[in-house]
């Protein structure tokens, strides 16, 4: 069982930039791969970037390429989402998840969810 916190959410001016973490519980956070996925009203929760148990791999939606980057910190059972340039379009819940298969953006494939976190950007 893994339980994951989110926490950085907040109200930003476009072009401005959050940090988001995840905190997990438990002494296996190392292996699982991470993912930050993110909900806007009224649409699905789509991937926004993963990476691998070991943080040497990461993949991002192409909307967010160049502007977010994806981290852990496995000693501190930590992922991180840094996101820069942010625009109105990001505005969205932003939840972490966690699989144990290796890194992927399928949503279905990820195991464990935190409660998420709100992200607004104002224009």
């Known amino acids: 069982q893994v339980q994951l916190v989110e926490s950085g959410g907040g109200l930003v001016q476009a072009g401005g930039s959050l940090r988001l973490s995840c905190a997990a519980s438990g002494r296996t956070f190392s292996s699982y791969a991470m993912g930050w996925f993110r909900q806007a009203p009224g649409k699905e929760r789509e991937f926004v970037a993963a990476i691998s148990r070991n943080g040497g791999r990461t993949y991002y939606v192409d909307s967010v390429k160049g502007r977010f980057t994806i981290s852990r910190d496995n000693a501190k059972n930590t992922v991180y989402l840094q996101m820069n340039s942010l625009k109105p379009e990001d505005t969205a819940v932003y939840y972490c998840?966690?699989?144990?298969?290796?890194?992927?953006?399928?949503?279905?494939?990820?195991?464990?969810w935190g409660q998420g976190t709100q992200v607004t950007v104002s224009s």
């Open positions: 998840a966690a699989t144990s298969l290796i890194v992927t953006p399928v949503k279905s494939e990820y195991d464990y």
